[in-house]
């Protein structure tokens, strides 16, 4: 990852924190993070961070066959950050059963967080 992508990405990482505790700007903080991470992984397609972080801020925008996407490629290229599975397990949610979602979630628990990347938002009361 170049500086300028690391700096794209630690960009979009707070404006997702800023939308998760200011929900006025919910919409926009998150809109502006994908374009961020969009012209990220225009510019470095491979890198798996950058697609981590861009399928969390689509399950968060509720575009989850785009995070599904972006997560299942961020795995084909050898992810081994525990978002990448966590926020797919999201992703998957909807359409898929419990039983595939939990399956993607197993994957990456035995795997280390990469600091660069997040969480997307998950509330197991709403399910």
């Given at each position: 990852m170049?500086?300028?992508?690391?700096?794209?990405i630690?960009?979009?990482?707070?404006?997702?924190?800023?939308?998760m505790?200011?929900?006025g700007?919910?919409?926009?903080s998150?809109?502006e993070?994908?374009?961020?991470?969009?012209?990220?992984?225009?510019?470095d397609?491979?890198d798996v961070?950058?697609?981590t972080?861009l399928?969390?801020v689509l399950?968060d925008l509720?575009l989850r066959?785009d995070a599904r996407a972006?997560?299942?490629?961020?795995?084909?290229?050898?992810?081994?950050?525990?978002?990448t599975?966590?926020?797919l397990?999201?992703?998957?949610?909807?359409p898929?059963?419990?039983?595939?979602?939990?399956?993607v979630l197993?994957?990456?628990?035995?795997?280390?967080?990469?600091?660069?990347?997040?969480?997307a938002?998950?509330?197991?009361h709403?399910?």
């Amino acid at each position: 990852m170049n500086d300028r992508n690391g700096m794209r990405i630690a960009s979009a990482k707070a404006l997702v924190i800023q939308a998760m505790t200011k929900p006025g700007v919910y919409d926009a903080s998150l809109r502006e993070a994908r374009a961020l991470l969009e012209v990220a992984l225009a510019d470095d397609p491979g890198d798996v961070a950058i697609l981590t972080g861009l399928g969390a801020v689509l399950c968060d925008l509720h575009l989850r066959a785009d995070a599904r996407a972006c997560l299942t490629r961020a795995i084909e290229l050898g992810s081994t950050d525990r978002n990448t599975f966590f926020n797919l397990f999201v992703a998957m949610l909807d359409p898929s059963t419990m039983e595939e979602a939990r399956a993607v979630l197993a994957r990456g628990t035995g795997l280390d967080a990469d600091p660069a990347t997040w969480e997307a938002y998950f509330d197991p009361h709403a399910m």
